[in-house]
């Protein structure tokens, strides 16, 4: 990425082709980052990604508590059914999803989409954190409730700060996977100042199908940096997540 980013459109299509270019310029970089309003569509890739990450993990950490740590009727139904909800292709969803939002008013708007992220993320955060709410040892929650402290007030004042690893991997995730979402963005939005990054980087395809290589790789390094800065950030805790499922 960074080696074609640095050629000039001749030194693309030099034969052998260059690792190192010999005359390295900045000028894709350059002509990228004009070709479009490419701070707006990262403020709002941002607004996006950071509102999943809230609304997701509002809806899905008190689902996948309630599931884990409370015994009601359909419990095994709704768990059996979120697990289900993984094995379906995304892109089944968006006819009937986004028939719903556009009869309440909600496509091309960053709100629809965030809530269509949420539930498109819905299950796999629940299924994770669910996970985790099972391993939490239940003493301390009995001796709250003996104590008679009201359960909204155990969840919010025991059980959460006990999940907060886990629900720190969930929003990784979350973030990760909003941002680099392509397909239910550009269904969802429909005006050229909406479009989020991922949806920016294809305007560099010209006629043909062909694709201003330079520029593409340019400003992909630098879509590519936030999440590369947060993997490093947090590169234990994201493989952890992997690898371990719920050993935090």
Known sequence: MVSTALKTSQALSAFPPEIIPSDPTLQPTITALTSGPWVQW???????VTGTVILELAVATPAAYALARRDFLGERLIYVSIT????IPPQILILPVFIQFA????????VGLMVAYTLLFSAFVTFLLSGFFQTLPSDVEDAARIAGIPEWKIFLKIVL??????????????FVFAWNEFFWALVFLDDRVLYTISIGLTTFEGTQGQFAMNRLMAMSILTSLPVLILFALTQERFIQGITTGYDF
């Open 42 to 48: 990262f403020v709002n890739t941002f607004v996006v």
């Open 84 to 87: 289900a909800f993984l094995m």
């Open 103 to 110: 009869q309440l008013h909600l496509t091309g708007t960053f």
């Open 161 to 174: 700060p006990l999940a907060k690893p886990a629900i720190g991997i969930a929003a990784i995730f979350v």
